[in-house]
Protein backbone atom coordinates (compact mmCIF):
# COMPACT_ATOMS: atom_id res chain seq x y z
CA UNK A 1 0.00 0.00 0.00
CA UNK A 2 2.78 2.53 1.04
CA UNK A 3 4.39 4.23 -2.22
CA UNK A 4 6.98 6.51 -3.26
CA UNK A 5 7.78 7.09 -6.69
CA UNK A 6 10.81 9.17 -7.77
CA UNK A 7 11.53 11.39 -10.84
CA UNK A 8 14.09 13.34 -12.61
CA UNK A 9 16.87 11.87 -13.05
CA UNK A 10 18.75 11.74 -16.16
CA UNK A 11 22.11 12.78 -17.62
CA UNK A 12 23.74 15.98 -17.00
CA UNK A 13 27.35 16.67 -17.94
CA UNK A 14 29.49 18.20 -14.87
CA UNK A 15 28.61 21.40 -13.46
CA UNK A 16 24.91 21.11 -14.38
CA UNK A 17 21.82 20.73 -12.46
CA UNK A 18 19.07 18.16 -11.60
CA UNK A 19 15.87 18.25 -9.36
CA UNK A 20 14.81 15.11 -8.15
CA UNK A 21 10.59 14.76 -6.58
CA UNK A 22 9.58 11.31 -4.56
CA UNK A 23 5.68 11.60 -4.29
CA UNK A 24 4.86 9.22 -1.02
CA UNK A 25 1.54 7.69 -0.79
CA UNK A 26 -0.06 4.87 1.70
CA UNK A 27 1.50 6.93 4.88
CA UNK A 28 1.06 10.04 7.35
CA UNK A 29 3.14 12.33 5.33
CA UNK A 30 2.83 14.61 8.47
CA UNK A 31 4.04 12.28 10.55
CA UNK A 32 7.15 10.68 8.43
CA UNK A 33 10.62 11.86 8.06
CA UNK A 34 11.88 11.57 4.79
CA UNK A 35 15.58 10.98 3.28
CA UNK A 36 17.58 10.81 -0.31
CA UNK A 37 20.50 7.86 -0.67
CA UNK A 38 22.93 6.89 -3.10
CA UNK A 39 24.37 3.77 -4.41
CA UNK A 40 26.54 3.18 -7.37
CA UNK A 41 28.32 0.55 -9.22
CA UNK A 42 30.14 -2.02 -6.93
CA UNK A 43 29.30 0.52 -3.67
CA UNK A 44 26.80 0.45 -0.51
CA UNK A 45 24.12 2.59 -0.30
CA UNK A 46 25.16 6.40 0.87
CA UNK A 47 23.43 8.61 2.68
CA UNK A 48 22.27 12.01 0.84
CA UNK A 49 20.51 14.27 3.09
CA UNK A 50 16.91 13.45 4.87
CA UNK A 51 14.56 15.90 6.47
CA UNK A 52 12.51 15.86 9.36
CA UNK A 53 8.57 16.15 9.86
CA UNK A 54 9.34 19.97 11.59
CA UNK A 55 11.97 20.36 8.69
CA UNK A 56 15.38 19.31 10.42
CA UNK A 57 17.73 18.66 7.72
CA UNK A 58 20.90 17.07 8.31
CA UNK A 59 23.30 16.39 4.52
CA UNK A 60 26.33 14.07 3.78
CA UNK A 61 29.64 16.01 3.94
CA UNK A 62 30.26 14.99 -0.15
CA UNK A 63 27.07 17.10 -1.36
CA UNK A 64 26.67 19.65 1.22
CA UNK A 65 26.75 22.74 -0.13
CA UNK A 66 25.48 21.82 -3.06
CA UNK A 67 22.46 19.63 -2.62
CA UNK A 68 18.94 21.33 -1.44
CA UNK A 69 16.44 18.79 0.10
CA UNK A 70 12.70 20.07 0.89
CA UNK A 71 9.07 18.88 1.62
CA UNK A 72 6.17 19.79 -0.07
CA UNK A 73 3.58 18.54 2.95
CA UNK A 74 0.65 19.48 1.10
CA UNK A 75 1.40 17.77 -2.10
CA UNK A 76 3.13 14.71 -0.02
CA UNK A 77 6.51 14.89 -1.79
CA UNK A 78 9.98 15.50 -0.63
CA UNK A 79 13.05 16.88 -3.26
CA UNK A 80 16.33 17.03 -3.74
CA UNK A 81 18.08 20.03 -5.90
CA UNK A 82 21.12 18.72 -6.87
CA UNK A 83 23.65 21.75 -7.95
CA UNK A 84 27.43 21.60 -9.54
CA UNK A 85 27.11 18.05 -10.22
CA UNK A 86 30.13 15.75 -10.36
CA UNK A 87 30.82 12.46 -11.77
CA UNK A 88 31.42 11.03 -8.90
CA UNK A 89 27.58 11.68 -8.20
CA UNK A 90 26.65 9.61 -10.67
CA UNK A 91 24.34 6.64 -8.68
CA UNK A 92 21.08 5.19 -8.63
CA UNK A 93 18.92 7.99 -6.48
CA UNK A 94 16.37 6.39 -3.93
CA UNK A 95 13.86 8.43 -1.73
CA UNK A 96 12.80 6.59 1.54
CA UNK A 97 10.47 7.19 4.41
CA UNK A 98 10.49 6.48 7.79
CA UNK A 99 8.57 7.34 11.12
CA UNK A 100 9.58 9.92 13.24
CA UNK A 101 9.81 7.96 16.25
CA UNK A 102 11.96 5.80 14.80
CA UNK A 103 13.75 7.49 12.40
CA UNK A 104 15.75 10.40 13.90
CA UNK A 105 17.27 13.43 11.77
CA UNK A 106 17.81 15.05 15.25
CA UNK A 107 20.21 12.43 16.80
CA UNK A 108 21.33 11.04 13.68
CA UNK A 109 19.65 8.00 12.78
CA UNK A 110 18.11 8.82 9.96
CA UNK A 111 21.81 9.00 8.07
CA UNK A 112 21.04 5.04 8.31
CA UNK A 113 19.21 2.79 5.60
CA UNK A 114 18.15 0.35 8.03
CA UNK A 115 16.05 2.99 9.87
CA UNK A 116 13.82 3.51 7.00
CA UNK A 117 10.34 1.47 6.14
CA UNK A 118 9.56 2.33 2.72
CA UNK A 119 11.67 3.13 -0.52
CA UNK A 120 11.25 4.11 -3.66
CA UNK A 121 12.28 2.14 -7.08
CA UNK A 122 15.35 4.64 -7.60
CA UNK A 123 16.22 7.41 -10.34
CA UNK A 124 19.41 6.72 -12.44
CA UNK A 125 21.15 10.00 -12.47
CA UNK A 126 24.55 10.31 -14.92
CA UNK A 127 26.91 12.82 -14.41
CA UNK A 128 29.45 12.81 -17.44
CA UNK A 129 32.73 14.93 -17.63
Known amino acids: QVQLVESGGGLVQAGGSLRLSCTVSGRIFSDSNLGWFRQAPGKEREFVAAISWVNTIKYADSVKGRFTISRDNAKNMVFLQMNNLKPEDTAVYYC???????????????????????WGQGTQVTVSS
Open 96 to 118: AACDRSWCSVVTGSARSWEKYDS
